[in-house]
Nanobody
Framework: QVKLVESGGGLVQPGGSLRLSCRPS????????VRWWRHAPGKERELVAS???????NYANAVKDRFIISRDDSGDAAYLQMNNLKVDDTAAYLC???????????????WGQGTQVTVSS
């Protein structure tokens, strides 16, 4: 099985920035469409941002103009640049993506275990 591996979370003060990364857990798999979700205690899981193979990005209203989603043209990694972070951004951030193997076979809806982002003074 191939999963996703996230990194880059941590503790940051309000107004600060973090950059999350997402990569397939195994070689020979490339990222296609990538989605970042977040899940805070007591709240429903929320789709934060998505980016397609051709680079078309979409954002939740709560993060628009503060977060930037991107993916390498190689398909090896995807990122979520988070700027001007707010306390309400505190959550576990999970990467979710459709992959393609080196044979061209699709491996859709893969998930990572998440990385914690805590925004606090």
């Amino acid at each position: 099985q191939v999963k996703l591996v996230e990194s880059g979370g941590g503790l940051v003060q309000p107004g600060g920035s973090l950059r999350l990364s997402c990569r397939p857990s195994r070689n020979f798999f490339k990222l296609n469409t990538v989605r970042w979700w977040r899940h805070a205690p007591g709240k429903e899981r929320e789709l934060v941002a998505s980016v397609t193979f051709d680079g078309t990005a979409n954002y939740a209203n709560a993060v628009k103009d503060r977060f930037i989603i991107s993916r390498d043209d190689s398909g090896d990694a995807a990122y979520l640049q988070m700027n001007n972070l707010k306390v309400d951004d505190t959550a576990a951030y999970l990467c979710n993506a459709d992959l393609v193997s080196y044979t061209g076979a699709p491996w859709n809806d893969r998930w990572g275990q998440g990385t914690q982002v805590t925004v606090s003074s």
